[in-house]
């Protein structure tokens, strides 16, 4: 049984930074396309930033130049580091991992996913 558990989230003023941690257990992280998606109050689920299995990396415009997605295989281990936040970040984080490695922004491809830490940054 595959499981991701999130952690990291918190309230932060604008401009502030956090770090969101999704440990997995029950397969190697380093096997598998994983992602952060977020969701906000009334919105559909976004794509914020994906690895590869190689490391290869992509992310949303709205956060490029702003956060970072890297993983740990040795310690099955996904990152997310956010600097320069903005209230428009406020949402439901969750990282995913695509067993198919398919590996495309739609979060419906996504076969696994956590629980969701909330990340709230105010003005």
């Known amino acids: 049984q595959v499981q991701l558990v999130e952690s990291g989230g918190g309230s932060v003023q604008a401009g502030g930074s956090l770090r969101l941690s999704c440990t997995a257990s029950g397969y190697g992280a380093s096997r598998y396309c994983m992602g952060w998606f977020r969701e906000a109050p009334g919105k559909e689920r976004e794509e914020v930033a994906r690895i590869w299995t190689d490391g290869s990396t992509s992310y949303a415009d709205s956060v490029k130049g702003r956060f970072t997605i890297s993983k740990d295989s040795a310690k099955n281990t996904l990152y997310l580091q956010m600097n320069s936040l903005k209230p428009e970040d406020t949402a439901m984080y969750y990282c995913?991992?695509?067993?198919?490695?398919?590996?495309?922004?739609?979060?419906?491809?996504?076969?696994?996913w956590g629980q969701g830490t909330q990340v709230t940054v105010s003005s």
């Open positions: 995913a991992a695509d067993w198919r490695n398919i590996c495309t922004p739609n979060y419906r491809a996504y076969n696994y």
